[in-house]
């Protein structure tokens, strides 16, 4: 659920901006708006991602006190019956987790340096490039992931605590493809922008 509520903002984000060039006032509050939901989606997945960090931490050293902590993910079982699989699907949630906060540290970057009386240009095209590889990349990450938490299920693990962090990566590579589309819209405007202030 929380994949979608990331996917959906980002593409109303991109779509906002890729109208600017015809903003209106009410369009430009509506921006605004989409750029506070777009901070608190950050605030959120930083502290999404610094909770993970830190069960992650006791759970190599203080395992009995996960319990008490914000996300509450014991794979202490995992842990000990095979090292190599729970350091390997904590690098998942880890990675998948910290792109998706630098996703958004993307995304606000390019809101408050977006000029909304020339919107096209080689910077927010350019962002908006990385925001679709950042977006392609925890989709392969959390569809790689799912798989091979599958898996393991398959070997006698116990995975219905992570299905949490990967259940809609298909979203994220579709969001990928529809936002890289966009980029190449913005790079062919910034051409003919440029064209135009040649000719003019």
Known sequence: MYIYCYSINIYYICGVILTLNIMSKGNIFVFKALHIVAWIIFVGLCIEAGGLIVNFIFSLYKPEFVQNLFQKLDLSVMYNRSKLAFFGMY??????SILKAYLFYVVIRLINKLNLAKPFNTYVADQITKISYFTFAIGILSNLARQIAQNLQQLGYDIDKLNQFWPDSQAFILM???????????SRGVEIQNENDLTV
């Open 176 to 186: 990928a493809a529809v936002i890289y589309v966009i980029a190449t819209i913005f």
């Open 91 to 96: 690098g998942f949630i880890l990675v998948i």
